[in-house]
């Protein structure tokens, strides 16, 4: 039997209207340093979003998800970078419409396979 690693994860979400700071959980990004694995899951809810704010740009929720992703995957200057400054990078806090919440960590066997339950539990 494999003993669990340390993982970091954060929930990604949308705020549509950042003033009223009203948010939707879009997806998870985790991290863990000694399995060498960063990703971020999405599942975007369009209903959801728009019963926050009818005139919310979904697609541009959507892109900034799919930048998420990007970074994750090292493409642009994040590939000049370590998973873990990717990680720091993706989960600092800031006031825009996809934004992470705060870091929270536990243990697990397979990070992808966390990553996708992560995502059920608190997105889906």
């Known amino acids: 039997m494999s003993r ?3 993982f970091e994860y ?3 979400r949308a705020v549509p209207r950042v003033e009223r ?3 939707v959980n ?3 990004v985790l991290y863990c340093h000694v399995r060498d694995f960063l990703a971020v899951s999405v599942h975007v809810d369009a209903a959801r979003l728009r019963a926050l704010d009818p005139g919310v740009d979904v697609d ?3 892109a900034a998800a799919v930048a998420l992703q990007r970074t994750c995957e090292g493409e642009g200057p994040a590939g000049e ?3 873990g400054q990717r990680f720091r990078w993706l989960t600092a806090p800031r006031s825009t419409v996809v934004q992470a919440g705060p870091a929270h960590s536990g243990l697990t066997d397979d990070p992808k396979a966390e990553l996708e339950r992560l995502l059920t539990a608190l997105v889906r």
């Open 4 to 6: 669990p690693f340390v």
């Open 10 to 12: 954060a929930v990604v």
């Open 81 to 83: 970078t370590s998973l």
């Open 26 to 28: 879009i997806g998870v």
């Open 21 to 23: 700071g009203e948010c």
């Open 60 to 62: 541009g929720v959507t």
